[in-house]
């Protein structure tokens, strides 16, 4: 599986913004897939995942309520929806596909990861 995630960009503090990541291959519906992300100097850190039929979704505490992952097995495409964007929402975010709905905030138990797409709120 391959995977191209895009969407980011700059925002100011309390806008929206939608990440996708493009999923390449026929499998694509048999993974769980993952959100994390990376601010400068800092670890990365897991956002949200979702499991493979879209039934079961998880979210960090940091971003419940604001952030929703969803995806369309037709298209091969996850998608973030970010609402409420704040300034230490800026990072690096990448996503992620795990064969496994279990362990997801665990970012090591996922088996492919795509480039980063930036997102930059500013306040």
């Known amino acids: 599986v391959q995977l191209q995630a895009f969407g980011g960009g700059l925002v100011q503090a309390g806008g929206s913004l939608r990440l996708s990541c493009a999923a390449s291959?026929?499998?694509?519906?048999?993974?769980?897939m993952g959100w994390f992300r990376q601010a400068p100097g800092k670890e990365r850190e897991f956002v949200a995942a979702?499991?493979?039929?879209?039934?079961?979704?998880y979210y960090a505490d940091s971003v419940k309520g604001r952030f929703t992952i969803s995806r369309d097995n037709a298209k091969n495409t996850v998608y973030l929806q970010m609402n409420s964007l704040k300034p230490e929402d800026t990072a690096v975010y990448y996503c992620?596909?795990?064969?496994?709905?279990?362990?997801?905030?665990?970012?090591?138990?996922?088996?492919?990861w795509g480039q980063g797409t930036l997102v930059t709120v500013s306040s």
């Open positions: 992620a596909a795990d064969r496994q709905f279990d362990q997801v905030v665990d970012g090591t138990k996922y088996d492919y």
């Open positions: 291959g026929r499998t694509f519906s048999t993974y769980a």
């Open positions: 979702i499991s493979w039929s879209g039934g079961m979704t």
